[in-house]
């Protein structure tokens, strides 16, 4: 079974890509959410978290604080490459149990925002990008997330350019709208299908 990385920046529009390949019966792994998760529910990991950024960064029901622990990684890379080091593997042992859990499926997907940040592309056969230009991906993430333009072009300034993972992908879908997205779709589902058959 192949394993699929799908990925773009924030506002790209990789999950709506994702649902279409639901669509196909394409099992979709969702890593950011599968990371939300478990930092409220892996103890581990939760432990983890408060010796490195304070106990106050959960409340008293264990459920993190997700805006004051982004104050604190958003303004620090050090402390975002710190989180990371925690989430990252958590995620990505989260992710090989489902994986057995689906390893019926032709191929599945694994949607992640930082495929290639995180080094998790080398657990990958291919990369998926969705691009979309930034007053696009800014327009959506304010109407979204009710952020500021500020806000969001700091998120974007803190992920790995469009250009770049591009060039390291396989395959591109451009969320533009002015390309359709379903044709762009079924074209990589062909294509990955036959290199199955193959």
């Given at each position: 079974m192949?394993?699929?990385?799908?990925?773009?920046?924030?506002?790209?529009?990789?999950?709506?890509?994702?649902?279409?390949?639901?669509?196909?019966h394409?099992?979709?792994?969702?890593?950011?959410d599968?990371?939300?998760?478990?930092?409220?529910?892996?103890?581990?990991?939760?432990?983890?978290?408060?010796?490195?950024?304070?106990?106050?960064?959960?409340?008293?029901?264990?459920?993190?604080?997700?805006?004051?622990?982004?104050?604190?990684?958003?303004?620090n890379?050090?402390?975002?490459?710190?989180?990371?080091?925690?989430?990252?593997?958590?995620?990505?042992?989260?992710?090989?149990?489902?994986?057995?859990?689906?390893k019926?499926a032709?191929?599945?997907?694994?949607?992640?925002?930082?495929?290639?940040?995180?080094?998790?592309?080398?657990?990958?056969?291919?990369?998926?990008?969705?691009?979309?230009?930034?007053?696009?991906?800014?327009?959506?993430?304010?109407?979204?997330?009710n952020?500021?333009?500020?806000?969001?072009?700091?998120?974007?300034?803190?992920?790995?350019?469009d250009?770049?993972?591009?060039?390291?992908?396989?395959?591109?879908?451009?969320?533009?709208?002015?390309?359709?997205?379903?044709?762009?779709?079924?074209?990589?589902?062909?294509?990955?299908?036959?290199?199955?058959?193959?």
């Amino acid at each position: 079974m192949l394993k699929i990385g799908i990925t773009g920046g924030i506002g790209s529009g990789k999950t709506t890509v994702c649902h279409l390949f639901e669509t196909l019966h394409i099992p979709v792994y969702y890593a950011d959410d599968a990371a939300k998760w478990l930092m409220n529910n892996n103890a581990d990991l939760i432990i983890a978290i408060k010796n490195a950024f304070g106990s106050d960064v959960y409340n008293d029901q264990n459920q993190l604080q997700r805006t004051k622990l982004a104050s604190i990684v958003f303004s620090n890379a050090n402390a975002r490459k710190l989180l990371e080091g925690f989430v990252h593997p958590a995620v990505e042992q989260h992710n090989q149990q489902w994986i057995e859990q689906h390893k019926n499926a032709p191929y599945v997907l694994k949607e992640a925002a930082l495929i290639f940040e995180s080094g998790s592309y080398k657990h990958l056969d291919k990369v998926i990008t969705v691009t979309a230009p930034l007053e696009l991906r800014i327009s959506r993430v304010t109407k979204r997330d009710n952020a500021t333009v500020e806000q969001v072009k700091a998120r974007i300034a803190a992920q790995m350019p469009d250009e770049e993972k591009i060039r390291l992908s396989d395959f591109v879908i451009y969320n533009n709208e002015q390309q359709m997205l379903i044709p762009q779709v079924m074209h990589i589902h062909e294509q990955i299908m036959q290199q199955i058959k193959a």
